[in-house]
């Protein structure tokens, strides 16, 4: 469910509990007020995950990802306390039957994230697509090469139960 609809929904919902009250009477206060809780959490999940429902900055999921139930979340880059964070959805292919590679795999995923930040630059800005993609690229080799800045990358592998590896 987009943000969108979960917003008109809750907003529906609050407004149906107020109404509610208004017409059973203010005694009835306490148990419109945990509805409109549970109303507003019931949403939310059935939404996605809290963390990105609640947050101002979140970007909407693409229509194609919000209705295939099959599809999966890749990557998530948030910029935040002056640095750069990232969650990945590693291990998709591991046991891919095509025998595709999990590198190779990001290689297509990382390069057509990059044919779509050219296009929307293009669609943002005026920017030409090519010119995009070639700067794109060096910044990429240059920021790639810099082996301090590989050495002073943080985080590490987090598991399907949401807990570091050791």
């Not at 609809?5 to 009835?28: D, M």
């Not at 030409?128 to 990358?153: G, K, M, Y």
């Amino acid at each position: 469910m987009p943000s969108v609809n979960r917003e008109r929904a809750v907003i529906l919902a609050i407004t149906a509990i107020l109404l509610w009250t208004w017409s059973a009477g203010p005694e009835h206060i306490a148990g419109a007020v945990i509805l409109a809780g549970f109303l507003c959490w019931y949403v939310g999940k059935r939404s996605g995950s809290a963390d990105t429902a609640a947050h101002a900055y979140a970007l909407p999921m693409p229509p194609d990802a919000a209705s295939d139930n099959d599809g999966r979340e890749m990557i998530r880059v948030w910029i935040a306390t002056n640095d750069l964070h990232v969650s990945l959805n590693l291990g998709m292919f591991a046991n891919d039957e095509d025998g595709v590679d999990e590198r190779e795999a990001w290689g297509q995923i990382l390069a057509d994230t990059i044919r779509h930040i050219a296009n929307g630059l293009q669609q943002s800005h005026g920017l030409q697509p090519e010119a995009s993609i070639s700067l794109i690229r060096e910044e990429l080799v240059a920021h790639l090469e810099n082996q301090d800045a590989f050495e002073n990358t943080e985080g590490g592998y987090v598991g399907d139960d949401g807990k570091p590896e050791a």
